[in-house]
């Protein structure tokens, strides 16, 4: 048999039999699971080698032809059918293309999995408002106005009717705050959420990008805790047992506060800032009890994924490139 002869013959066939036959039985004669085309493709493993290239080319010519004229067919009864007949005019041609079936982003699948890390310590997840009052941003964590540590947090402040100046949080920090105001320790949560800073971008800064944000108050709450529980989600975090140190480092609402890094592939990685939480941040949560301690921490969660794909751009993460996402190959179903 010359096969593309065949190749021929079929599409003649099917040209001279598309003015007069319904779509979808040409479609399922010719493109079906067992349709015409399908049986000319299961010669190709027979085709001598130096033919098979051109027999390729003509096989998946003639399938896009008959998926093509099909479609046109589809179109012109589209137009002439009421909206009623509608369901029955899906092109059954279209059943045999694959949907890509999405996924997370890989933010927030690391969002995601260190919700689950922590929520299996006992912290629940709450949420704060992006946009902030300047008191719960800063006054609230014991950065006055004026106070030189603002200028850590590169602000965008947003116009305001308000006597309260409002602007889009600079950290996930305000939660704290907020929830404290609300609840009576014992306290565990993390508050997982997008902050924004004024900035120029570069390969490890982004205007827009998001932290998780930790907190536990209790009576029962020391450094000791505080080193067990970071132990915990690291090494949970990166599939092994993780060495952390702590650093002395400062942030107003903390005291004394340390930069936490991690021992990952034999190199220490700066990666969350922490530290026990100030009386007057406690204060300001209504919570004066002495005896009540807490401790508190905030990590990007660019910069984990950056860690864990050894990516050295921060900037291809919110590109909107389906090329990076897939390559990250977090979670792809
Ligand atoms: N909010 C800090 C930042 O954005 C990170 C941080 C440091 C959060 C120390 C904390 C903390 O809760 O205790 O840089």
Known sequence: MDILQEIQNTSTEFQSRLSTS?????AQEYLGRKGKVAQLFKHLPMVDPEQKGNVGQALNQLKQEIEESLNQQNHKSVASNTSQDLPNII??????????VGHLSPVTATMFRLQDIL???GFSVVTGPEIETEYYNFDALNIPDEHPARDVWDTVWVSSTDSQKSLLRTHTSPVQIRHMEKTKPPIRIVAPGRVYRYEST???HETTFHQIEGLMVDTTTSI???KGVIKEIFSKLFDQEIEIRLRPS????????FEIDVKFNNRWLEIAGAGMVHRSVLAAGNITDPAV???AFGMGIERIVMLLTGLDDIRYIHSGDLRFVYQLGIQKN
């Open 22 to 26: 319904e779509p979808e039985v040409l």
């Open 91 to 100: 092109p059954p041609s279209l059943d045999q293309l694959s949907q890509e």
């Open 119 to 121: 929520g299996s310590l």
């Open 202 to 204: 570069d390969a490890t």
């Open 224 to 226: 000791a805790t505080f």
């Open 250 to 257: 400062h942030f107003p609402f903390t005291e004394p506060s």
């Open 293 to 295: 301690q807490g401790f």
